[in-house]
């Protein structure tokens, strides 16, 4: 069968134009394939420079063991339900070692920034330029919280008092908290001028809301304008719930898990707590990452 002049017309000259479906599935698995590839960027590095992974785990064990032996014949028992200093304090070494972890989240971040490398990033062809934060915050997070692990597991053997049942609790709320003062970090990195600054600000927050919230000593202890600051601390209410489940067999989820100033908090409402606290800073470094890359 021959083909008219009309169809050989409209064949040749009408232009096909196929509009192309943009497939969620597809964006997400670009996404994905974004973070994956800049966090194994990071894991490289980090396993070019191991020290650094090392001295992040070495600090905090000097903590617990220093600490644990110099207050070893303090009367815990009077203010507390622990055994020893050393298993009072483990608490607030965990949830130190997770908060300074991720407090340096921002400094590779900074370290592209200064040498150029963000640029690139920035004017590549991505699907997203949040997966650069999200790399970043992924990787950090895990380092920080594979720290703390090794550090709980050791303070298991050492003590033999905390319950296994309490470890996916216990992996929550320091995974929350690591996942919110990461994305402040990284907030800082994109808001501040360089590296000098970001580091400054570091030793300025470390020390202060360590020795301002119940990581050494409990609230009783405090005089009445630390046990003020150590109210607003969120390290305060981290430690005292992670202090509530290791020591507790028959903890639920309106047990109560910190007494303050300003009242008691079951283990539900501080989730709840976390989690707002996590989306507050969630916009916070969206808001940081678009007004940086404007």
Not at 32 to 54: M, N, S, W
Not at 265 to 285: A, D, H, P, R
Request: aromatic fraction near 14%; charge should be positive; charged fraction near 10%.
């Amino acid at each position: 069968m021959r083909k008219t002049n009309n169809q050989i017309d409209s064949v040749l000259f009408t232009p096909y134009v196929q509009f192309p479906r943009p497939s969620i599935l597809k964006l997400g698995g670009n996404f994905i394939q974004e973070t994956y590839a800049l966090t194994k960027r990071l894991v490289l590095q980090a396993h070019r420079r191991p020290a650094t992974l090392l001295a992040g785990l070495f600090q905090p064990l000097l903590w617990l063991v220093l600490f644990g032996a110099l207050f070893q014949n303090a009367p815990i028992e009077v203010f507390s339900t622990s055994n020893s200093y050393r298993h009072f304090l483990t608490p607030g070494i965990l949830v130190f070692t997770a908060f300074t972890g991720a407090l340096n989240a921002g400094l590779p971040l900074m370290f592209d920034r200064e040498f150029g490398f963000f640029n690139r990033l920035i004017v590549a062809p991505l699907i997203s330029q949040l997966s650069i934060v999200m790399a970043s915050a992924l990787f950090i997070s895990s380092i920080a919280l594979l720290q703390t692990f090794i550090i709980l597991l050791l303070a298991t053997f050492l003590e033999k008092t905390i319950y296994w049942q309490s470890f996916l609790l216990i992996t929550i709320v320091l995974g929350l908290l690591t996942t919110a003062l990461t994305m402040f970090s990284i907030s800082l990195s994109l808001i501040l001028p360089g590296h000098i600054e970001l580091l400054a600000l570091i030793f300025i927050i470390n020390l202060p809301l360590l020795f301002s919230s119940t990581a050494l000593v409990p609230f009783s202890f405090m005089p009445t304008w630390l046990q003020i600051m150590a109210s607003i601390n969120p390290l305060s209410y981290t430690i005292e719930t992670i202090r509530s489940l290791y020591v507790t067999t028959d903890l639920n989820w309106t047990s109560c898990v910190v007494k303050t100033i300003w009242g008691e908090f079951s283990l539900t409402s501080l989730i709840i707590l976390m989690i707002l606290f996590n989306l507050i800073l969630g916009f916070f470094v969206t808001y940081s990452v678009n007004k940086k890359i404007k």
